[in-house]
């Protein structure tokens, strides 16, 4: 973390690293607030807190489940505390508590640069990209400019691209954006007062849209998406049974995370300055790529020499690492707000000012390394399967392009369990400030042990903001559309443009609220990896809040012991 973390040890006794009594002791409520350590604990073994013991200390009702979620799923467990002194843990584990700081020994207050290779070989690459562009832009504008028609006359460009981005075309697409930032709004703040019910009531959506869209099939007489569609909706409502007893939990940590985020609204600041850049990479890219075209196509014979697929390949790769790496510096910055206030928020050293700008300095400085190197995995991973893509479309040998899809097919599901770990890695990287492989390596160790609660937690939320992105994007295609239907502008006299205006306000709106899930997803994240490894920080510091999480998941009270 920042400087700004550091304290004296006299100053107030800081989240320690583990919870903090052996298996033969309780919790007693202190005399006095965040009481300093008095002997260090020297047991070998992973400290343990009871729930039960815990219970009948502090003299907590004994049915927590009826006053939260109605009638108990489970085994009784404590309530939140009103009115409680937080507890003071009387013996830390030796060694989890930094003597210079007073903070957790791995929170790191001075992170050291780490993984400076990968920075620099990301930087190399991106030059070359930059090179690149500056001859391959060049190329399309001298075609540009001897492009001569009675349709197209110099100096004017395409008619049909000077048309569809006329006051009107734009004035329709800023119509979508402003739909689309009102549901989300709206969306955001009915995910933070009713989680519970909108967890049941967009998992249901699910069940529902899979076993409609099987139905539209069955009667198109489409057997193949319509078994698909079939074996997801049957697959999700078996889900609902197994899973259900774990809603209470996602709804306790999508309750928090929202509330959270709404004190630091420049998280979504910069979680929508991220998606507005790489929309505008996006653009890059796309004009690198056919300024390459332009210089090395054989158009007499119709073929793509060896030099232009090398440039090809090389893109991709840039535009993938590159886009990554965007991606990765929000999701960073943002955990690292989430971290300062789980770790920060209630305790005697306070949270830190302009915690989410604190965040994004790390995330470009120490920890850009991680980051890139972190990235460049998945890029690979992408431009992997792109080169079997381009295979598969380009061969006329069935067996080659069957076992292209299967390349692709294995490479996809590599992928994805790559970019999961990454998530956690990240988070990582965001709280103690490590290097990426030490970080992915924690991860993993986390994973095994709670890996199964969590990948349900993620389903569960992830839904919610699934579904919602779908509204949103519906919804602002909608707006698009009743305003092209109904203002009769010449530029749309025909409705030429009417599909490609509704298509593109759908995915504006789709990106927009998935914009807003992707803060919740960085603080659902970090929050799970750091109640995994430190629980009893905030049950000293926010104890509420622990409690509420408790009920819900008593497995909580023991954090990962590596």
């Known amino acids: 973390m920042s400087n700004q973390y550091s304290a004296p040890p006299d100053k107030g006794y800081a989240p320690p690293q583990q919870p903090y009594a052996p298996p033969h002791q309780t919790y007693a409520p202190p005399q006095q607030h965040f009481a300093p350590p008095q002997q260090p604990y020297a047991g070998q073994q992973q400290p343990y807190y009871s729930p039960n013991q815990q219970q009948q200390q502090w003299g907590l009702n004994q049915n927590p489940q009826q006053q939260y979620f109605g009638e108990p799923t489970g085994p009784p467990q404590g309530q939140p505390m009103t ?14 508590v930094n003597p210079e700081s007073g903070l957790p020994a791995k929170f790191n207050p001075k992170p050291k640069y780490n993984d400076c290779w990968a920075f620099f070989l990301f930087i190399a690459q991106l ?17 540009k400019q001897g492009f001569d028609s009675p349709y197209n006359p110099p100096g004017r460009g395409y008619q049909s691209t000077s048309t569809f981005f006329s006051r009107e075309g734009l004035f329709t697409m800023l119509i979508a954006i402003l739909t689309g930032a009102v549901v989300s709004i709206l969306y955001f703040f009915l995910t933070q007062a009713f989680p519970r019910q909108v967890i049941k009531v967009t998992f249901a959506i699910s069940i529902i849209v899979y076993l409609a869209v099987a139905v539209y099939y069955f009667v198109r007489g489409l057997w193949m998406p319509a078994i698909f569609g079939l074996i ?18 996602a709804a306790e940590m999508l309750a928090a995370v929202t509330s959270i985020s709404k004190q630091y609204p420049a998280t979504f600041v910069l979680a929508f300055l991220g998606l507005f850049i790489q929309i505008a990479y996006s653009v890059y890219f796309m004009t690198v790529i056919s300024g390459c075209y332009e210089m090395y196509y054989d158009k007499v ?42 770790f920060m928020a209630g305790s005697p050293q306070g949270m830190v000012k302009s915690p989410t700008l604190a965040s994004f300095k790390r995330a470009c400085t120490t920890s850009i390394g991680s980051i890139c190197f972190g990235s460049l995995i998945i890029a690979v991973i992408q431009t992997l399967r792109a080169i079997a ?3 598969r479309a380009d061969s006329d040998n069935g067996v080659l392009a069957f076992l292209a899809c299967l390349i692709d097919c294995f490479l996809s599901c590599i992928q994805g369990i790559v970019e999961y770990v990454n998530k956690y890695a990240f988070s990582q990287v965001a709280i103690y400030g490590k ?22 937690n993620d389903n569960l939320i992830n839904n919610v903001w699934a579904m919602g992105a779908i509204m949103c994007g519906v919804l602002s295609g909608l707006a698009s559309y009743l305003y092209l239907r109904y203002s009769h502008h010449p530029f749309n006299g025909n409705d030429q443009f009417t599909y490609v205006l509704v298509t593109m306000a759908f995915v504006l709106g789709l990106q927009m609220l998935f914009t807003v899930g992707s803060v919740i997803e960085s603080g659902v994240g970090t929050t799970f990896v750091a109640l995994a490894e430190d629980p009893a920080a905030l049950a000293r510091t926010k104890p509420e809040l622990f409690e509420k999480i408790r009920a819900t998941y008593p497995a909580v009270v023991q954090g990962v012991n590596y």
């Open 83 to 96: 009115g409680v002194v937080p507890p003071s843990y009387e013996s830390a584990p030796s060694g989890t």
């Open 301 to 342: 014979n119709q073929k793509t020499p060896g030099k232009l697929k090398a440039l090809i390949v090389f893109c991709f790769f840039s535009f993938y690492w590159t886009s990554q790496v965007i991606k990765n510096i929000i999701h960073v910055t943002i955990s690292g707000v989430f971290a300062t206030y789980y």
């Open 232 to 249: 997801f909706g049957v697959l999700y409502a078996s889900m609902w049974w197994f899973w259900k007893s774990r809603i209470p939990f």
């Open 389 to 391: 893509q381009m295979l």
């Open 435 to 456: 290097a990426f492989i030490p970080a992915a390596k924690d991860t993993w160790k986390i994973l095994k042990d709670r890996g199964i609660i969590q990948l349900i």
């Open 127 to 143: 030059a070359a990209f930059v090179v690149l562009s500056y001859f391959a832009i060049d190329k399309i504008n001298q075609n």
